[in-house]
């Protein structure tokens, strides 16, 4: 059973380093501010929370058995982790967004030398 | 509901959810001895009154009608929500890591019969975390949308099909 806990978590948080991965590579390989956003504003997303679940499933079925309520309540605030990023992280992307739009950033056109 | 009511229904969902919030986070309900731990519960208690009182408002506004029902299908809405945010991501490493980089970046603008904030909210927040589009601008009073698309299909998926509108509509109630 442990075994089995720790390989899912084990894919969890590869997928979760992936995705950021990709997230950086993103915001390095492509043209403007914006599509940059693209990137890291998804892969940023799914990657904090794919690796927090895997700390949640590894905390409770590895980790916390037999320890204190203090210590067992921890996935508690991990979940709730998880919901603020849910939230916190478009309404952050879209704010930059919204304020480089404003400024006046000029979006990039397919066959515009890069920015 | 009465005005004084309405108020008072506000305090105690107020004080409830805050009591809540503080027994998960702490965690200090029982003293390793096996009694109720006074201090660190009565602590809540205290605090989780004073909040209530001074911001009722903000989680209770009374605007909101059926939250019950609205939860519900939020809750269903919410796990579609979550397979886009896996689809989105795929797309996002795709056109990351191919070498051409198939992106042709395009603004579009479209209009929904959305007025509600909490609506407004979800709408612009799922449209960030979906395949290729992010939002830039919300215009509440008419239900204005303006989005940055990276590609021209996903630009397509809200102005032609609409599927999301159509889906957060249907959860909040406010079709047409």
């Known amino acids: 059973m442990v075994e089995l806990i720790v390989v899912i978590v084990t894919i969890l948080l590869a997928a979760g380093v992936f995705f950021m991965l990709s997230g950086a590579i993103g915001l390095l390989r492509l043209p403007d501010f914006y599509t940059r956003l693209h990137a890291t504003g998804k892969c940023d997303t799914l990657g904090e929370v794919l690796i927090i679940f895997g700390l949640l499933l590894y905390h409770i079925f590895v980790y916390s058995p037999g320890a204190e309520l203090s210590v067992q309540l921890v996935p508690v605030k991990l979940l709730f982790l998880i919901c603020f990023i849910f939230l916190a992280n478009p309404t952050a992307t879209h704010a930059i967004m919204k304020a480089a739009y404003n400024t006046g950033v000029k979006p990039w056109k397919k066959g515009d030398p890069r920015m | 509901?009465?005005?004084?009511?309405?108020?008072?229904?506000?305090?105690?969902?107020?004080?409830?959810?805050?009591?809540?919030?503080?027994?998960?986070?702490?965690?200090?309900?029982?003293?390793?001895?096996?009694?109720?731990?006074?201090?660190?519960?009565?602590?809540?208690?205290?605090?989780?009154?004073?909040?209530?009182?001074?911001?009722?408002?903000?989680?209770?506004?009374?605007?909101?009608?059926?939250?019950?029902?609205?939860?519900?299908?939020?809750?269903?809405?919410?796990?579609?929500?979550?397979?886009?945010?896996?689809?989105?991501?795929?797309?996002?490493?795709?056109?990351?890591?191919?070498?051409?980089?198939?992106?042709?970046?395009?603004?579009?603008?479209?209009?929904?019969?959305?007025?509600?904030?909490?609506?407004?909210?979800?709408?612009?927040?799922?449209?960030?975390?979906?395949p290729g589009t992010i939002t830039i601008n919300v215009d509440p009073a008419k239900g204005k949308f303006q989005v940055h698309a990276i590609a021209q299909a996903p630009a397509d998926a809200l102005t032609v099909d609409k599927t999301m509108q159509s889906k957060v509509a249907k959860v909040f109630m406010e079709e047409g």
């Open chain 2, 1 to 130: 509901m009465s005005d004084n009511s309405g108020k008072a229904f506000g305090i105690v969902v107020t004080f409830c959810a805050m009591f809540l919030f503080w027994l998960l986070l702490s965690g200090y309900i029982i003293t390793p001895e096996g009694k109720l731990d006074v201090l660190h519960v009565g602590a809540g208690l205290i605090c989780s009154l004073i909040v209530a009182l001074i911001s009722h408002d903000l989680l209770v506004t009374g605007k909101e009608g059926k939250i019950l029902s609205k939860s519900f299908r939020f809750f269903i809405y919410l796990w579609w929500e979550l397979w886009q945010i896996i689809l989105a991501n795929f797309d996002v490493t795709y056109r990351v890591l191919h070498p051409k980089m198939p992106i042709d970046p395009l603004i579009i603008e479209f209009e929904t019969p959305l007025r509600s904030d909490f609506a407004l909210v979800t709408l612009a927040n799922s449209i960030t975390l979906t």
